[in-house]
């Protein structure tokens, strides 16, 4: 059986190793078994990582693939990397997010009406916008994290501050 260092893997499955060792970390892989630069993955790795994209490319979230994961077995593993066909992505964000919530999907909007008030995005032009950002991400959960780009006003982040403290009692009530 073929062994593959983390560069060669990380090729492989065009994934960058720093993915690798994150889907470690999360129980999405299993450990080599050993650390370093001497550390071997084999192709069971590759197989996971291939249907880690495929489910991924489907609008899964990593909670969802994860659990999934856990229910395939070796046979159905080597089938669903080698296949070329993957579950069928969402036509849009809103849709996968309406089919998760367990609403019922909508067609898009027609190019002669305009978007419902909630799809609107308003520019705000009393705020400058900052010349530098950088992203944060604040864990609320496990397998849930806010991203909030850097730098905000002092109102902006009043209200993150705000909506954080909720967030986390919500993930606490469960």
Do not use: C
């Not at 659990?67 to 089938?79: N, P, S, Y």
């Amino acid at each position: 059986m073929p062994t593959y260092t983390l560069s060669d893997l990380a090729k492989l499955a065009d994934v960058t190793p720093r993915t690798i060792r994150y889907y470690i970390t999360q129980g999405l892989l299993p450990s080599p078994g050993q650390q370093g630069p001497s550390t071997r993955y084999d192709d069971s790795h590759l197989g996971l990582l291939r249907v880690i994209k495929k489910l991924q490319n489907a609008h899964l979230p990593l909670a969802e693939i994860r659990a999934r994961l856990r229910k395939i077995t070796g046979e159905d593993m080597a089938t669903l990397a080698s296949s070329t066909d993957a579950e069928t992505p969402a036509d849009s964000a809103v849709d996968y997010i309406r089919r998760v919530m367990g609403e019922p999907t909508a067609p898009p909007p027609m190019a002669s009406e305009p978007p419902p008030a909630s799809y609107r995005v308003v520019a705000s032009t009393s705020e400058p916008e900052a010349q530098r950002s950088q992203w944060e991400r604040i864990p609320l959960d496990p397998d849930v994290e806010l991203h909030v780009r850097r730098p905000l006003t002092r109102q902006h982040n009043k209200r993150v501050e705000r909506l954080i403290t909720i967030a986390r009692q919500l993930f606490e009530e469960d």
